[in-house]
């Protein structure tokens, strides 16, 4: 895998000779949503999709750089843009299984048991009666360890906001930070109502025709929680309301939210067009 590691990231590194011809290089969704390489050819800007790049360049889906491109796909699921030297979103480095590091306790255990009863009829086999606990436990873990935790974390931002009224940078800044929480939750709690929806009945009856989306439902989730669980923890840690003596915690947690839940146009417009990255922009806190 092409990257690097740089203050204890690891930081997208591409080799190919087109990549240092067409800097600045901007990896983003096009307008029909395909991930693209961008490059500004003078007052132009050409956008090139990844996978015509690999074909034009001849560059292999098993070499360094055609495995990095495939990082790069992953991540633009997670984050409105990527440029090389770019942190690589823990989303698409961790373990993607989604039970990895969340056993879930009796009381998520004894959910999972009450919504299959609720449905349970004669003729269900053991075996799917046990896929359907085990499956249905697994969505309420990540409804204790991501979902109502995020909620929790846009309540407690949306606090530190309204402390720091007014037209100070420490208001400014926590101002940002309360209205990306409070996407982030809406986002990641849609994502999460689309699983609830499955119906339990057919999962018992059924199991394979809806445990593929359901478990890729579950995936993506699973990678946000392993993104967002540093943050989390570290605004958990805070006792009573953020102040401006947790600027730095306000600060890294914008960096945080930044790429993810800007809409593309807006990240490009204050990110990327200017060549500021986030990380490198948070200290200005320029809006």
């Known amino acids: 895998m092409s990257t690097t590691s740089f203050e204890g990231e690891r930081r ?16 983003r969704r096009a307008e029909d949503g395909q991930p693209a390489l961008v490059a500004s050819l ?9 996978r015509a790049l690999r074909r ?12 990095t491109l495939g990082l790069v796909e992953q991540a633009l699921d997670y984050v409105a843009g990527m440029r090389p030297g770019d942190p690589l979103p823990p989303e698409v480095l961790g373990d993607a299984d989604p039970g990895a590091g969340s056993e879930p306790t009796r009381e998520q255990q004894r959910l999972a048991v009450l919504r299959v009863q609720a449905v349970l ?49 420490h208001a400014l800044a926590a101002m940002q930070v309360a209205r990306l929480a409070r996407i982030a939750d ?3 709690g849609e994502r999460f109502q689309a699983i609830d929806l499955v119906d339990t009945g057919l999962l018992l009856r059924a199991p394979e025709s809806v445990l593929p989306a359901m478990r890729a439902g579950r995936d993506v989730l699973h990678r946000n929680r392993l993104a967002w669980t540093p943050t989390l923890d570290a605004w958990e840690r805070v006792r009573g309301p953020a102040g401006t003596e947790d600027w730095p915690l306000i600060e890294r947690t914008y ?11 807006e990240w490009r417009t204050r990110f990327a067009d200017t060549g500021a990255a986030p990380e490198r922009a948070i200290p200005q806190m320029i809006w």
């Open 12 to 27: 997208l590194v591409l080799s190919h000779a087109v990549f240092r011809r067409l800097q600045p290089v901007l990896f």
């Open 42 to 50: 003078g007052a132009e800007e050409a956008v090139l999709p990844l």
């Open 56 to 67: 034009e360049f001849g560059i292999a889906g098993d070499s360094e750089d055609g495995r």
């Open 121 to 169: 009829h004669a003729g269900v086999s053991p075996r799917a009666l046990a896929v359907a606990i085990r499956e249905l436990a697994a969505v309420e873990s990540l409804r204790g360890t991501l979902i109502e935790r995020v909620a929790s974390f846009r309540d407690r931002t949306g606090a530190v906001a309204r402390a720091h009224r007014g037209e100070s940078e």
């Open 186 to 188: 809406a986002r990641l």
């Open 255 to 265: 960096r945080f939210l930044a790429p993810r839940y800007m809409s593309t146009t």
